[in-house]
């Protein structure tokens, strides 16, 4: 099988500071790429003391919004003619975001994570 093609953007603006988690592109199955969310969120919020998190998927990438819908990131807004990976394209991305005390409530609801 090849591997499930999604990518999930995170990064984190804390006041001022903006910080790149993680770019994921490629994973075997839909279970290891929410597993793999799941860390990366927890870390920014635990570790790295993050207050929120952004997150951000192209248009038509319904396994990227997927994932981030059941990592509870919340629908923001969509930013138009976005260049992606390939030269020249440009394409919508609809950016989520989730915040540490909605992470918390969530986590709370969702004891498997």
Known sequence: MAGLKTT?????????R??????????????????AVHELVR???ANLGLARIWCGYFDGNIGSKRVQEKCGFR???????????????LRDEHVSCLGREEW??????????
Do not use: Q
């Open 8 to 16: 999930v953007l995170l990064s984190a603006k804390d006041g001022e």
């Open 43 to 45: 870390h920014g919020f």
């Open 18 to 35: 903006i910080e790149r988690l993680v770019r994921i592109r490629t994973m075997p199955s839909p279970a290891l790429m929410l597993e």
């Open 104 to 113: 918390e409530g969530w986590r709370w609801a969702n004891p498997a994570f």
């Open 75 to 89: 629908y923001r807004h969509t930013a138009k003619d976005v260049p992606c990976a390939i030269e020249g394209l």
